[in-house]
């Protein structure tokens, strides 16, 4: 009895072992990858800021664009810090992109018609889903790790979109 004892001890050790290095290894990961689309998002922003630069001014729409960076940059920063994914952030950029394309379309087409409806029927349907999320975060607010913060402490911090 005392050899399927052992076995059983050396199969959890080897199970605790393998959890964790495999925990060490996506920690890892996630820092890596976080890394990447953080500088990704810092040299998009840069080459456009250049070419603007290089233009010699800057329309609605760069600035918009650039907009669309600084929301992707406190994505990830936020991200980073409490391992959540603040979906509302994902809707500020939708709705900040809609309203570059809203505002090409009016810049070439200069009548209504309508695209315009939709697109700005499109804007109408994100405002309200962060308004839902918002609403739902306040009133159900989730149960977070002490490490981690809720949705609260996001909508605590200043917004940028």
């Known amino acids: ?26 920690h890892a990961f996630h820092f890596l990858a976080l890394f ?12 456009a800021f250049r070419a603007m630069v290089a233009q010699g001014g800057a329309t609605i729409e760069d600035i918009l664009l650039l907009f ?14 409490t391992n959540h994914m603040p979906v509302r952030f ?16 009016a810049s070439v087409e200069h ?4 695209a315009i409806l939709i697109i700005a029927g499109g804007i109408l349907v994100l405002a309200l889903a962060v308004l839902v999320l918002r609403f739902a975060s306040s009133r159900f607010p989730s149960v977070a790790a002490p490490r981690e913060r809720t949705d609260r402490a996001v ?7």
């Not at 960076?69 to 810090?81: P, T």
């Open 36 to 47: 990447v689309i953080g500088a990704t998002t810092v040299w998009s922003a840069v080459f």
């Open 68 to 81: 669309i960076y600084l929301e992707l940059g406190a994505m990830v920063g936020i991200y980073f810090r």
């Open 111 to 114: 009548k209504a018609d309508l």
């Open 1 to 26: 009895m005392t050899s399927l004892h052992q076995i059983r001890k050396s199969d959890q050790r080897l199970h605790d072992i393998a959890d964790a290095v495999g925990g060490v290894l996506v």
């Open 90 to 105: 994902l809707i500020y950029i939708a709705i900040t992109a809609l309203t570059r394309l809203l505002i090409s379309h």
């Open 155 to 161: 909508d605590q911090a200043p917004e940028t979109g």
